[in-house]
């Protein structure tokens, strides 16, 4: 059964979801659908407003709008048939309209003009609203059918403002009507009307973008700040994070131009214990084909190759890692003639982590004195998390977290780690759970299928030799780490789950797991940083509603 709960639900119009094409000729039946039922919206608008305005004292009559939008509709589901992406939506369409008319209607409210001249101003702010409408839909045409990223408007803006001046020349309008404010109550309803007809579910948030992802290497030494002696082998006065940068391209080859448009949203992304910057190529490929700008470092003392082994214990440094990736970032941003100048969008910064990365993005977003106010939106992927208490989210930091969670994880236990920490954190948030899914699937399919990754990759790095399952590890956690009980940190591990209990008799498939964890980080942070309405209706309702094998709970 589904679990939501929403304090409120505020969304403002925003660039649409972009839907992959590479010319006119190659547009895809699907796509010349929509684009049919795009343009009758648009002439649906038109309609509406010129019936109103010809009716002034009058009650208009729709009719004759209402019924060319249906047969508009039916005729290009006739034509591309199951290739539509929906079907006999007329009438829902057509009442999206009629409000936003309504509502041009109120704001340059033609039915209190006293005078002539107060009408005409009136009739004439109205007609062009309408004119805006129209040519809202052209360009949202233009998107789809020339491969923009994203909708432009700016012409269709600028000829509202010119009418509406025009319309003002006389000194007889009544009351202030801003292009600004037509134009939004427009937007506001074409946002609605495009994840409307666009329809995107789980499928279409995993498959691949409109972009090609390619990659750079680079390696960033701080000298600031030193790495920790580990297991006998020495400290060192500077942190070394070799990093790979995944970012949209025309290409896949390394070191190819970044694409054009721009500058694209920046995700950091986090490795667990034992992990390493390229263990998660499949999701980070799927972001930067969709249009962000990955950076994926090794951390100095948790990954694989790490001199004396991998430990939990450099995590306070590792939150200072993210913050001072996106300082280097805002370096390479501004770095004259550098591969990503003008490319990076710094005001729209998320981070993701998996198993310790997990907890690592979580202490860089909410951690009351180690938080970085610049990462917008944060993603864990069974983020070991168990030892944040509330204390640790009361902050002040309002970035949106979502928890993606298997309910079958041998290693970062679900009602500890996700469940538990879900219910603490005081930020809008997500909890999606897979049914079956484990800890290490929501990393790439390293040695092969077949056999439960948990039990076949985790356990027997983790689990000292004859220990009985399941298994308390001793974290080793001194009093002070992250700042202890005073920022919301339980260091005895009280909280926690044991680790490798007897393996669950069935568990989710590796690609589905991959699958689920695409669709949903990538609709978290199309939502949060480019408003797509289809992706808020995804993070809400739509991922739980069409997958069997997901619970959804969130809170706002």
């Not at 025009?166 to 495009?194: H, N, R």
């Not at 986090?270 to 499949?282: I, M, P, Q, V, Y």
């Not at 591990?493 to 568990?507: H, L, Q, V």
């Not at 808020?536 to 709970?553: H, Q, W």
Request: negative net charge.
């Amino acid at each position: 059964m589904t679990f939501r709960t929403f304090r409120a639900v505020a969304m403002t119009a925003a660039a649409s979801f972009c839907l992959s094409t590479t010319s006119m000729a190659a547009l895809s039946d699907k796509d010349r659908c929509l684009d049919g039922k795009h343009k009758a919206a648009g002439k649906h608008v038109a309609c509406l407003v010129k019936t109103l305005a010809a009716s002034v004292g009058e009650v208009p009559d729709f009719t004759r709008c209402d019924d060319a939008l249906a047969d508009a509709f039916a005729g290009v589901e006739d034509k591309y048939g199951s290739q539509c992406r929906t079907a006999g939506d007329a009438a829902g369409i057509g009442a999206r309209n009629q409000s936003l008319v309504d509502s041009l209607e109120v704001l340059t409210d033609p039915a209190g003009a006293g005078t002539r001249e107060a009408l005409a101003c009136a009739l004439a702010r109205l007609k062009a609203a309408g004119r805006r409408a129209s040519c809202g839909a052209k360009a949202q045409s233009l998107l789809i059918k020339r491969d923009l990223v994203a909708r432009d408007t700016a012409v269709c803006d600028s000829k509202l403002a010119a009418a509406l001046a025009k319309a003002e020349e006389g000194g007889s309008c009544i009351g202030v009507v801003t292009a600004e404010a037509i134009a939004t109550l427009i937007d506001t309803t074409f946002a609605e009307i495009e994840a409307d007809l666009a329809n995107l579910g789980t499928e279409d948030f995993a498959n691949r973008g409109r972009y090609r992802a390619a990659r750079q290497t680079l390696t960033f030494v701080d000298t600031t700040r030193p790495t920790a002696a580990n297991n006998g082998f020495p400290s060192l006065p500077e942190r070394t994070l070799v990093t790979d940068i995944y970012y949209p391209s025309v290409s896949t080859s390394t070191g190819a131009p970044v694409a054009e448009g721009g500058p694209f949203p920046v995700l950091i992304r986090a490795h667990g214990l034992g992990g390493f910057r390229t263990d998660s190529t499949e999701l980070i490929r799927h972001l930067a084909g969709h249009g962000y700008v990955v950076v994926s470092p090794d951390f100095p003392l948790s990954n694989l190759n790490t001199p004396g082994g991998a430990t939990l214990l450099d995590l306070e440094a590792q939150a200072g890692d993210v913050s001072y990736l996106i300082s280097q970032l805002e370096a390479l941003d501004a770095q004259a003639g550098g591969a990503f100048e003008g490319k990076l969008d710094l005001s729209r910064i998320g981070a993701i982590g998996h198993s310790l990365g997990g907890a690592t993005v979580f202490a860089a977003t909410y951690h009351p004195t180690l938080r970085d106010p610049r990462i917008d939106a944060v993603v864990g992927l069974a983020p070991f998390a168990c030892f944040y208490q509330e204390a640790f989210f009361d902050g002040g930091a309002t970035a949106p977290m979502m928890i993606l969670a298997g309910d079958e994880d041998m290693i970062t236990g679900y009602a500890s780690n996700h469940l538990a920490v879900f219910g603490r954190a005081n930020a809008e948030k997500y909890l999606v759970t897979l049914a079956g899914g484990t800890h290490t699937a929501f990393i790439n399919e390293l040695f092969g299928g077949g056999s439960n990754p948990d039990e076949e990759l985790a356990c027997p790095s983790l689990l000292p030799p004859g220990a009985e399952r399941p298994y308390f590890p001793d974290f080793g956690i001194p009093e002070d780490f992250l700042g202890g009980a005073a920022a919301g940190v339980d260091t005895t591990g009280s909280t926690c789950e044991p680790i490798c209990p007897p393996p669950p008799a069935t568990y989710m498939d590796w690609d589905r797991q991959i699958e689920l964890a695409s669709a949903g980080t990538l609709a978290m942070f199309e939502r949060e940083f480019r408003g797509s309405i289809s992706a808020d209706r995804f993070i809400t309702g739509r991922i739980d509603d069409e997958n069997d094998d997901v619970t959804l709970a969130y809170e706002r």
